[in-house]
């Protein structure tokens, strides 16, 4: 009897502790939310400042001009619905931010355990960084979103037909979000297959991939019909980021202005500019960069617990997204954007960011195990003593 009384208080703690980190969680996000809305309201947009421009010209979902359509076309229909585009732009992204916490809160409890997902939903309310690009209404959040969800079904226990449409499903919004998320998605697959042989999994995987491929498509067309160049958005990005590099912030006209291609970009100056150029971004990223993302230095410790946990475990699909979301950010991380500091913006970091929030999570949930099995052995060796 004594023994089913302690369980039961032993379950009603361990509920009202869930109680009391989903209350810290939504303070966290409304704390960040209301301060960035007062602090950043009226920062001036950066990406994200001819959103409004694009929205009022295109026609049709695919016609976003310059920029990936989903994010164009969430802004054309609250400009449909009268709203103002600065403050629908904020909005938007604020609510996108929220809707990524209470999701990684869902993925990390369903992949990882319920204290890791409550730590790391945490962690990523509670990060600035995160407010701040939500108020400039930065790409790289819309598209964290259906990412999540591509890596949360890809990495379902048992393939299905479902899991591989639903990945497809948010494979393509990704993409239509940011396009660069396609090397994310082409990763995570791969990485899905190697260490070992999914029942099924090939199959999914294709499923997934062609459709996909089957929803960017058209906009690919479209830029291809338009522009004559399929990644022509994609290649002038990477034209100024060739010239910030080799020019820095010098007139255009004395610039090159033709549209660049990866391989292009990637081997600008040379086979050996190109392996210097991936070190110097390993490092800028980890040295600089990533710690500066994380905000919280103190979460360091917990991020490198979260690897340890993470490989000792086999729970390799954590360390699979965080490699796998920092990759579209090497290439650029030594260009000196900012001549004053180096480096790039840090929204170019919001993937592996998440990466970061999610390892940390769940390096605080298996060291609070460690510790209450040790604390547990040890008072329990006394007691029988």
């Given at each position: 009897?004594?023994?089913?009384?302690?369980?039961?208080?032993?379950?009603?703690?361990?509920?009202?502790?869930?109680?009391?980190?989903?209350?810290?969680?939504?303070?966290?996000?409304?704390?960040?939310?209301?301060?960035?809305?007062k602090v950043y309201r009226y920062e001036p947009l950066r990406e994200a400042g001819s959103r409004a421009l694009m929205a009022a010209n295109s026609r049709f979902i695919f016609d976003s001009g310059l920029a990936e359509p989903a994010p164009v076309a969430a802004l054309k229909a609250a400009m449909a619905a009268g709203a103002?585009?600065?403050?629908?732009?904020?909005?938007?992204?604020l609510a996108v931010f929220a809707a990524v916490t209470w999701l990684t809160l869902f993925v990390l409890a369903k992949r990882v355990g319920r204290i890791a997902g409550l730590m790391g939903a945490l962690f990523l309310a509670a990060n600035p960084y995160m407010?701040?690009?939500?108020?400039?209404?930065?790409?790289?959040?819309?598209?964290?979103?259906?990412?999540?969800?591509?890596?949360?079904?890809?990495?379902?226990?048992?393939?299905?037909?479902?899991?591989?449409?639903?990945?497809?499903?948010?494979?393509?919004?990704?993409?239509?979000?940011?396009?660069?998320?396609?090397?994310?998605?082409?990763?995570?697959?791969?990485?899905?297959?190697?260490?070992?042989?999914?029942?099924?999994?090939?199959?999914?995987?294709?499923?997934?991939?062609?459709?996909?491929?089957?929803?960017?498509?058209?906009?690919?067309?479209?830029?291809?019909?338009?522009?004559?160049?399929?990644?022509?958005?994609?290649?002038?990005?990477?034209?100024?980021?060739?010239?910030?590099?080799?020019?820095?912030?010098?007139?255009?006209g004395d610039v090159p202005s033709s549209p660049l291609g990866t391989a292009g970009f990637v081997f600008r100056n040379g086979p050996s500019g190109a392996l210097r150029g991936l070190f110097s971004g390993l490092w800028r990223a980890f040295a600089h960069e990533?710690?500066?993302?994380?905000?919280?230095?103190?979460?360091?410790?917990?991020?490198?617990?979260?690897?340890?946990?993470?490989?000792?475990?086999?729970?390799?699909?954590?360390?699979?997204?965080?490699?796998?979301?920092?990759?579209?950010?090497?290439?650029?991380?030594?260009?000196?954007q900012f001549a004053a500091t180096g480096g790039i913006e840090l929204r170019y970091y919001l993937w592996a960011l998440w990466g970061m929030c999610a390892l940390a999570g769940f390096g605080f949930q298996e060291t609070l195990g460690w510790l209450e099995k040790t604390l547990g052995e040890k008072y329990g060796a006394a007691g029988g003593a």
């Open positions: 009897m004594a023994d089913k009384a302690g369980s039961i208080r032993g379950e009603w703690a361990q509920k009202l502790l869930g109680r009391i980190n989903l209350a810290l969680v939504a303070m966290a996000l409304i704390v960040n939310i209301g301060a960035c809305w103002d585009p600065d403050a629908a732009l904020r909005v938007e992204g407010g701040f690009y939500a108020m400039q209404g930065s790409s790289h959040l819309y598209a964290l979103f259906p990412l999540l969800l591509f890596w949360y079904y890809l990495t379902a226990p048992a393939a299905s037909a479902r899991s591989a449409l639903l990945a497809g499903l948010f494979a393509g919004l990704a993409c239509l979000s940011r396009l660069d998320c396609a090397f994310v998605i082409l990763l995570l697959a791969g990485l899905r297959l190697a260490p070992r042989r999914v029942p099924g999994g090939l199959r999914s995987i294709a499923i997934a991939l062609a459709l996909c491929a089957a929803l960017t498509s058209p906009y690919l067309a479209y830029q291809g019909a338009r522009y004559g160049n399929i990644f022509y958005g994609q290649e002038l990005r990477l034209r100024r980021w060739a010239n910030i590099d080799r020019y820095g912030y010098r007139p255009a990533l710690p500066r993302a994380l905000y919280y230095k103190f979460m360091m410790v917990l991020v490198f617990l979260g690897f340890y946990a993470a490989a000792a475990l086999k729970k390799n699909f954590l360390i699979f997204f965080f490699a796998a979301a920092l990759l579209p950010a090497i290439p650029l991380a030594p260009i000196r």
